[in-house]
């Protein structure tokens, strides 16, 4: 039974679970990654606020070998069109998740959203966030050793 631990995350979350990263879409949806307080998972949820319409891979210890976390930085500032690109992905039945948090200096703006990429015709869905309502940021996986750094950069 999923339990609300928190107006962000309600619904979204066991007991033993804490929420790494959510973010609520433009189309209403919510997006909640967390892992168990020891973590023995990682896990991938995804719905309205109440129903999780899809979830991913389970709570198993060899969930945190199905993500993978890519970025990319570049300095400087919008003289340089400075970037701070962040990436949490992994793969279900022909579709590549890409869960983002993007900075970019150029626009003085920062993305959050989930890519939802067909493997088979590369069509790309863009299902955009609303930044304000982000909890968390993907930059932490940089140097936490939880997710093996992958090199894919989505932008």
């Known amino acids: 039974m999923l339990l609300a631990t928190g107006s962000h995350a309600q619904g979204y979350l066991l007991k ?19 892992k168990d307080r020891a973590n023995g998972y990682i896990i991938y ?5 109440s129903k999780v319409e899809f979830e991913f891979p389970g709570k198993s210890a060899d969930s945190w070998k199905k993500f993978k976390y890519s970025f990319d930085i570049r300095g400087g500032g919008t003289l340089n069109e400075g970037l701070d690109l962040n990436y949490i992905y992994f793969e279900n039945d022909g579709y590549q998740y890409v869960i983002y948090d993007n900075y970019i200096a150029a626009d003085k703006r920062s993305y959050v959203g989930i890519y939802v990429i067909n493997l ?18 993907l930059s932490d996986f940089r140097d936490n050793g939880l997710l093996q750094i992958g090199d894919q950069v989505f932008d």
Request: glycine share 10%; hydrophobic share 30%.
């Open 16 to 34: 033993n679970e804490q929420a790494i990263f959510s973010l609520s879409t433009a189309n209403g949806k919510r997006v909640v990654l967390a």
């Open 45 to 49: 949820r995804f719905g309205t606020k």
């Open 120 to 137: 088979k015709n590369n069509n790309t869905t863009d299902i955009k966030g609303l930044y304000s309502s982000r909890k968390g940021t």
